[in-house]
Nanobody
Framework: QVQLVESGGGSVQAGGSLRLVCAPSGYIDRYVYSSWYMGWFRQAPGKEREGVAGIGDNGSPTYADSVKGRFTVSKDNAKQTLYLQMSSLKPEDTAIYYC??????????????????????WGQGTQVTVSS
């Protein structure tokens, strides 16, 4: 079974940048991949998992208010790769970051993209630690 795999996490000082990458562990039919709505989530210790950013094939990216202007999500269908460019990082951005795939026809253009239960495939997560 193909799984999502994240990479790019690490430790940085406040104000620094990181780029997270998410890709399937194997090839997925291109029509299937393009039908996915992709989300980035994060979970800090003792907190619920929260939506950070989402992107579909034809719609505009969407972001949580806490990361607008600092994070940029993008998707390369040819490479079947999802990215999250994070800049101006703050200590409160410290969390495990997950990528997830959900049905584009149900998530694109709706607030449902923030709901973890709307996604059917998850990566194992990558740790991001921001020190002050």
């Amino acid at each position: 079974q193909v799984q999502l795999v994240e990479s790019g996490g690490g430790s940085v000082q406040a104000g620094g940048s990181l780029r997270l990458v998410c890709a399937p562990s194997g090839y997925i039919d291109r029509y299937v991949y393009s039908s996915w709505y992709m989300g980035w989530f994060r979970q800090a210790p003792g907190k619920e998992r929260e939506g950070v950013a989402g992107i579909g094939d034809n719609g505009s990216p969407t972001y949580a208010d806490s990361v607008k202007g600092r994070f940029t999500v993008s998707k390369d269908n040819a490479k079947q790769t999802l990215y999250l460019q994070m800049s101006s990082l703050k200590p409160e951005d410290t969390a495990i970051y997950y990528c997830a795939a959900g049905p584009r026809n149900r998530l694109a253009g709706t607030s449902a993209w923030r709901e973890p239960t709307a996604y059917f495939e998850w990566g194992q997560g990558t740790q991001v630690t921001v020190s002050s």
